[in-house]
């Protein structure tokens, strides 16, 4: 089965570093989503991405996070400075082009845990 | 703007008897609403979707859902439910009207607990 690759599954850092997750998405999809879930907010959508393009990332604190796609298999979702408050498990989600597209079904990774002390 | 409501954040079921886990959502035009499951440590997994046609719609492990556009809602069923179902569920909606950008909104979850 085709699957949206994460890296790191969990990540563990003190606050002010640099923390950087990456994404593989499927192979052919062309649309590109960076998740934030925590048990306060639950899923929160931060940024997305069509044909490697950012289209929306309003939900993302610009001050500090930024995601870029430098190729089409390849999302990056960086923290810098990183925070507490930044501690949560984030999801990378791809989903396929298509004249429905936006009745695709998104694919998601395992995620990644990031622990920020 | 779309937005999607789960009022229950935990449904207990025993084995065997039906579950039900509620969803009503809002949109501007009409609505692509979607059922996805999240075991734990996972990331999350498509159950579901209703695009058009049948307001009746079935999914993977039995599951099924049903539109209802005059209550807006669109609440996740199954009519046995086993212990393997117990998961946390989101109901997520995309607004076709403004496309929102196929920006997908999930509700806060629902745990589902289904006991022996």
């Known amino acids: 089965d085709a699957r949206v690759t994460q890296t790191p599954r969990h990540k563990v850092t003190e606050m002010g570093q640099e923390v950087t997750m990456r994404c593989q998405p499927i192979l052919g999809h062309n649309t590109v989503f960076w998740y934030r879930q925590t048990m306060m907010q639950g899923l929160e959508l931060l940024a997305y991405f069509r044909n490697r393009a950012p289209l929306d990332d309003s939900g993302m604190p610009k001050d500090r996070f930024s995601a870029e796609m430098p190729d089409a298999t390849l999302a990056t979702l960086k923290i810098q400075p990183s925070e507490p408050r930044d501690s949560a498990v984030y999801f990378c989600?791809?989903?396929?082009?298509?004249?429905?597209?936006?009745?695709?079904?998104?694919?998601f990774g395992a995620g990644s845990r990031l622990t920020v002390l | 703007a779309q937005s999607v409501a789960q009022p229950e954040d935990q449904v207990n079921v025993a084995e065997g008897n039906p579950l039900t886990v509620k969803c009503t959502y809002s949109?501007?035009?009409?609505?692509?609403l979607f059922w996805y499951v999240q075991y734990p440590n996972r990331g999350l997994q498509f159950l579901l979707k209703?695009?058009?046609?049948?307001?009746l719609v079935k999914g993977s492990y039995g599951f099924e859902a049903e539109f209802n556009k005059s209550q807006t809602s669109f609440h996740l069923k199954k009519p046995s439910a086993l212990v393997s179902d117990s998961a946390l569920y989101f109901c997520?909606?995309?607004?076709?009207?403004?496309?929102?950008?196929?920006?997908?909104?999930f509700g806060t979850g629902t745990q589902l607990k289904v006991e022996l």
């Open positions: 209703y695009i058009t046609g049948d307001n």
């Open positions: 997520a909606v995309r607004d076709i009207l403004t496309g929102g950008g196929n920006k997908l909104t």
């Open positions: 949109v501007s035009g009409n609505p692509y």
């Open positions: 989600a791809s989903g396929s082009p298509g004249t429905l597209s936006g009745a695709n079904v998104l694919t």
